[in-house]
């Protein structure tokens, strides 16, 4: 498996809104159709420090998985041609930042942001509340919270977007999971509140869908997109201890699950 690669055509605005990474909105030519792509703008620094690349594309990769929405996403090129039909401001942003390619999704028109105030019964009604907080917790993204949803509602359906920050993995993650320990930061998780507080029956219920995909996710299929980003000139990727974390989970889903119903007790 490989990521498709979409030459960057022509630019349409930043959003202002979207975060400390200010993603420009461009137009691609993805496979002889133009489409707007929302494309995320980073630093060198910030690409090494936190894995960036691996976790959008994973964190996409993974909620396909999952049978979580996110929109189309593929690998940007900003070609020299590209660059040279941007004005003096845009070029100057771009001198800041890492030079290789970027991670972008397809630009939805007509969505709106997740209201965090729903109800249990509602927000089941677009997404599964449950599937999402164990697929946060699976991926270590800690950045789906009330204040910051990171997820769009379309047509009625909830859209995942942003997984930047998700990764955060080290071999205290891995320690931690086999000695049966939540990591206690999730409790600011966008849905933990909710799922807490469902009554005794329905928590019954709770991630077996989740653990049902999990035991199906086999790791081999992506072995290409390690090949690919390292081609690309992304090579601090930490395969090998991200290959022992998953592996880990994908050992003992039970025990994955078990953690996940404990900690909203």
Same mark, same amino acid.
């Given at each position: 498996m490989k990521l498709p690669i979409y030459k960057a055509i022509s630019f349409n605005g930043i959003i202002l809104e979207g975060g400390h990474s200010k993603p420009w909105v461009i137009s691609v030519n993805a496979e002889g159709e133009l489409k707007p792509y929302v494309v995320k703008l980073y630093r060198t620094i910030d690409i090494e420090a936190r894995n960036k690349m691996a976790a959008e594309i994973l964190g996409c990769l993974f909620a396909e998985e999952f049978d979580l929405l996110v929109p189309a996403f593929a690998i940007i090129e900003f070609t020299e041609e590209f660059r040279m039909s941007l004005g003096e401001e845009c070029e100057e942003i771009l001198n800041l930042l890492d030079e290789r390619v970027k991670f972008g999704t397809e630009y939805y028109e007509g969505t709106f942001l997740f209201a965090p105030q729903m109800s249990l019964e509602?927000?089941?009604?677009?997404?599964?509340?449950?599937?999402?907080?164990?697929?946060?917790?699976?991926?270590?993204?800690?950045?789906?919270?009330?204040?910051?949803?990171?997820?769009?509602?379309?047509?009625?359906?909830?859209?995942?977007?942003?997984?930047?920050?998700?990764?955060?993995?080290?071999?205290?993650?891995?320690?931690?999971? =086999? %000695?049966?320990?939540? *990591?206690?930061?999730?409790? &600011?998780?966008?849905?933990?509140? @909710?799922? $807490?507080?469902?009554?005794?029956?329905? =928590? %019954?219920?709770?991630? *077996?869908?989740?653990?049902? &995909?999990?035991?199906?996710?086999? @790791?081999? $299929?992506?072995?290409?997109?390690?090949?690919?980003?390292?081609?690309?000139?992304?090579?601090?990727?930490?395969?090998?201890?991200?290959?022992?974390?998953?592996n880990a989970i994908l050992k003992d889903p039970q025990k994955f699950k078990k953690i996940l119903r404990r900690s909203i007790e």
């Amino acid at each position: 498996m490989k990521l498709p690669i979409y030459k960057a055509i022509s630019f349409n605005g930043i959003i202002l809104e979207g975060g400390h990474s200010k993603p420009w909105v461009i137009s691609v030519n993805a496979e002889g159709e133009l489409k707007p792509y929302v494309v995320k703008l980073y630093r060198t620094i910030d690409i090494e420090a936190r894995n960036k690349m691996a976790a959008e594309i994973l964190g996409c990769l993974f909620a396909e998985e999952f049978d979580l929405l996110v929109p189309a996403f593929a690998i940007i090129e900003f070609t020299e041609e590209f660059r040279m039909s941007l004005g003096e401001e845009c070029e100057e942003i771009l001198n800041l930042l890492d030079e290789r390619v970027k991670f972008g999704t397809e630009y939805y028109e007509g969505t709106f942001l997740f209201a965090p105030q729903m109800s249990l019964e509602d927000a089941e009604k677009i997404i599964p509340v449950d599937t999402l907080y164990a697929f946060d917790y699976f991926i270590c993204n800690r950045d789906r919270t009330l204040k910051k949803p990171n997820l769009l509602i379309k047509d009625g359906s909830g859209v995942l977007i942003d997984h930047e920050m998700a990764l955060e993995i080290d071999q205290n993650t891995i320690t931690n999971f =086999k %000695a049966e320990k939540w *990591n206690d930061k999730y409790q &600011y998780h966008l849905f933990y509140e @909710l799922l $807490k507080g469902a009554n005794p029956s329905k =928590k %019954a219920m709770f991630f *077996n869908e989740f653990e049902f &995909y999990l035991q199906s996710l086999r @790791l081999n $299929k992506y072995k290409g997109v390690f090949q690919q980003l390292n081609e690309l000139g992304f090579t601090n990727l930490n395969e090998e201890l991200l290959e022992e974390y998953f592996n880990a989970i994908l050992k003992d889903p039970q025990k994955f699950k078990k953690i996940l119903r404990r900690s909203i007790e």
